[in-house]
Structures are given as structure tokens and as C-alpha cells.
């Protein structure tokens, strides 16, 4: 996988240590290894939110039930993401892997997310029942991102499997594919429209 290294618990610990983010006023200070790599202007309603610790405590919490093989941890200026990864799984010929996706910033670019998924070479899904969070840095997010994990265990990902399992060798319309996602509601929310120019 490109861009990935083997797992190695201890050099992504000292990694992950070397974050500090601190609210100085009406601005974020992140630093990296002392050195300060970007500051930004927030609210009073922003939540300075602990990614050194989340990190930590969910890489902790996902080793209980998964066996990490490989991640891949990137800091650009105010943004944070890992991505773990875990044991394959192979679905009509394709080859997955069990992963986990934690997305901070501190730049007010991105909101904080935590999700699992299979992954492949060229293709992802993301969204499991009781598992995931995407929520901007206001008053609470702490206890959003807690609230996250609560279903991540060993069963986390058979519901997908089964899923992807169920569609091999069968014929799949792009337009049904679109009414799924957007629903079928009389207004569709304008979320329902984001996820389907994502997908």
C-alpha cells in the first residue's frame, strides 16, 4: 500500500507526542516537535480538542479487537489523519483490509471524524452502524468523538462484508445506486447530494 508503513506502535506514539495544540486568545497554536507549523483565529464557542490523547486512547481501543498491520500518519500545517489498517478480507476476488480513519484539524478545514471501513487498492467504504463521528469543533465535540467507539469490536465490520458479499455476480444500476443514496424522500437534503458527488 502506497504511502503506508508497517505498524510499529512505538514509532507512531513518538509521533503523535510531538503534537501540541494550545488556544493562545482567539487563536490555535499547533506546533510539532516545538516548532509552530500553523496558527488560526477561532471563536469563543471553539473546543480545543486533545487529538494526542484521542489518537492514542482509539489506536489502544482498536488493538483490543484488531491486529494493525500497517498505518499511515500525515501532519500538514492544521491538519491531522491516520489510517490504520488491519486484516484482509477477500470479496469476489478483491482483496480488502479492515480500517479505522481519524481526521483532526486546527486550521478549521476539516471537522473531526472517526470512521471504519474496508479498504482496497482502488476502492473504499466507509460507515458502520453505531461506529463513526463527524463533528465541527464547538462546545461538545469531546464528548462526541467518546461516543464514537462505543460499538468498535471484533463484529464491527460483518455487516459490510456480508453486504459486499451479497452484491458479487450481480448487476447493479448507477440509477438505483443514486435513488439509494439520496432517498426517497420529496425534498432531498443537501447532505444526501454531498454523499452521492462523493460517491
Known sequence: MKGFKNY???ELF???DKISIEKVGSQVVTKFD???INTSNVSNRY???DIVK???DKIELIEKNFTITKYNFRLTRGQQSLTLVSDSVEIGGVEFHKSFYILNSTDKSRRL???AGLKSDNFYTIGMNNVGMN???LTGVTQAAEDASVGLNGETFDEQIESLQSLVGHRIHFSKLRQIILGDKEEIPQINHRKF???
Open 8 to 10: 510499529n506502535k512505538t
Open 14 to 16: 513518538n509521533t503523535i
Open 34 to 36: 516545538n516548532r509552530v
Open 47 to 49: 473546543e480545543i480538542f
Open 54 to 56: 484521542y489518537l492514542k
Open 113 to 115: 471524524s472517526f470512521n
Open 135 to 137: 463533528k465541527k469543533h
Open 197 to 199: 458527488f462523493c460517491f
